[in-house]
């Protein structure tokens, strides 16, 4: 797999450990950084992952999605782990991009909505029920065909960062999930849409 992360690459440490522990079998070839001065950086390096930097802020048209392309080369998925930056999947690599969202898409998606004020906003809007979402990525924000969700309760008394903290946790175990069923054939992109092998 290639990861594409932008901040302090908790979902790519989840990962890792999960492949370490044997319960992910997979490998993780190439992690690539949209930021030099993220966390995720060094975190990834010191786990012994190959890990370059494409920095968006320094690249020009094409450039960023040239490079981010070049890097994941030939990777049998990629997996997006709060990667902020638009890339533009090759023709080549449609179906086998993933992300995951820490709400319940279609809500609460889209540029800008990440981190903190993803949680902010599903309190905002008074839901009672959050959770996260895995799911095929196009070459839009947060859309795409939905792979699996796993929901948590809002409580009464949450604050973004415990709402936060619920929510990770299950992302922690959808992820490595949906990898496991991409890999083994259960869900696959057709036709723009998912579907599920019959059981």
Known sequence: MAVLISGGGRTLLNLHECIVKGSLRARIETVICSRGDA??????????????????????GHSFQDQVSRHV????????GGFLSLWR???????RVINIHPALLPDFGGKGMYGRRVHEAVLRAGRVVSGCTVHFCDNEYDHGPI???RQVPVKPDDTPDTLAARVFAEECLAYPEAIRMLAAGEVRLENGEAVFAKA
Do not use: H, S, W, Y
Not at 89 to 95: N, Q
């Open 39 to 60: 966390a995720g950086v060094q975190r990834a390096r010191d786990a012994g992952l190959n890990t370059v930097v494409v920095e968006r802020r320094k690249l020009e």
């Open 73 to 80: 080369g030939d990777a049998d998925f990629v997996c997006m």
């Open 89 to 95: 999947i090759p023709a080549a690599l449609a179906g």
């Open 147 to 149: 792979v699996l969700q």
